[in-house]
């Protein structure tokens, strides 16, 4: 499996707005915790940018995943860039 980062940004007032949709976006992300595909994500202490490392067999995978998550899909992230990853350590 390949590796790669996730790096986004979340909309204004984001603890706010994000509300209504956690329970499901937190569902997800325990589901691909536990198949093996989400080794971690979270948010950066302003709460402005997103990090996530996956495995994955292609970054379309890691998209896919990305563009399902209830946060993409109500504008609670605003964008973001996957990028393949060499781990060193």
């Not at 950066?44 to 940018?49: L, S």
Request: aromatic share 14%; charged share 20%.
């Amino acid at each position: 499996m390949a590796k790669f980062i996730l790096w986004g940004s979340y909309c204004e007032n984001a603890l706010e707005k994000r509300t209504p949709y956690r329970t499901a976006h937190l569902a997800g992300l325990t589901s691909q915790k536990e198949s093996g595909v989400l080794v971690t994500l979270g948010p950066t202490v302003d709460n402005t940018k997103v990090l996530g490392i996956y495995e994955a067999d292609d970054e379309a995978t890691v998209r896919q995943l990305v563009e399902g998550d209830p946060y993409w899909e109500n504008g609670i992230w605003t964008d973001y860039q996957v990028y393949g990853w060499n781990q060193v350590f």
